[in-house]
């Protein structure tokens, strides 16, 4: 019912930075790879925190 005041664990807010990231590196294929790889980079760093966090 209040779930509008429930707080994010860090894990979901690792998700949801680790999705925009990946949605953009798609967004920038069509316009700059080195931008696009970047980005994805980017993206599995996030990933490694996320799996590290899940581990612990």
């Known amino acids: 019912m209040f779930a509008?005041?429930?707080r994010k664990s860090k894990e979901?807010?690792?998700y949801?930075?680790?999705e925009r990231l990946v949605?953009?590196?798609h967004?920038?294929?069509t316009t700059?790879?080195?931008e696009s790889e970047k980005k994805y980079v980017e993206?599995?760093?996030v990933l490694k925190q996320i799996e590290k966090l899940g581990l612990s």
Request: overall charge positive.
């Open 4 to 6: 509008i005041f429930k």
């Open 23 to 25: 949605l953009e590196s």
């Open 32 to 34: 700059s790879r080195i």
């Open 16 to 18: 949801e930075r680790y």
């Open 12 to 14: 979901d807010k690792l």
């Open 27 to 29: 967004r920038l294929t």
């Open 43 to 45: 993206a599995q760093e």
